[in-house]
């Protein structure tokens, strides 16, 4: 699986973006997908994740409330919908596929990574 993330860019604190992560392969569908971040001089840190059927959603608390994450997988594509976005969300986002455990927030149990992309919300 190859995933390509993009919809970064420079964003007004409050303001809005929504990310996507396009996937090759046959079998996207079979995959739980995430959403990490990594902010410059911090650890890599779970987002948001979806299930494979029946697309069961979670998210990490400091984003519960102003992100959602979805899936087509017609398109091979999962989305990350981000609201109300704050300065403390600016980091290189970056979509991830697990086949083998399912539903996860680790990074060590993401198999697939895409070469994320740049959100920077200002003050």
């Known amino acids: 699986v190859q995933l390509q993330a993009s919809g970064g860019g420079l964003v007004q604190a409050g303001g809005s973006l929504r990310l996507s992560c396009a996937a090759s392969g046959r079998v996207f569908g079979s995959y739980a997908m995430g959403w990490f971040r990594q902010a410059p001089g911090k650890e890599r840190e779970f987002v948001a994740g979806?299930?494979?059927?029946?697309?069961?959603?979670f998210y990490g608390d400091s984003v519960k409330g102003r992100f959602t994450i979805s899936r087509d997988n017609a398109k091979k594509t999962v989305y990350l919908q981000m609201n109300s976005l704050k300065p403390e969300d600016t980091a290189v986002y970056y979509c991830a596929a697990n086949f083998a455990i399912g539903i996860s927030t680790k990074v060590t149990e993401y198999e697939y990574w895409g070469q994320g992309t740049l959100v920077t919300v200002s003050s």
């Open positions: 979806i299930s494979r059927s029946p697309y069961i959603t």
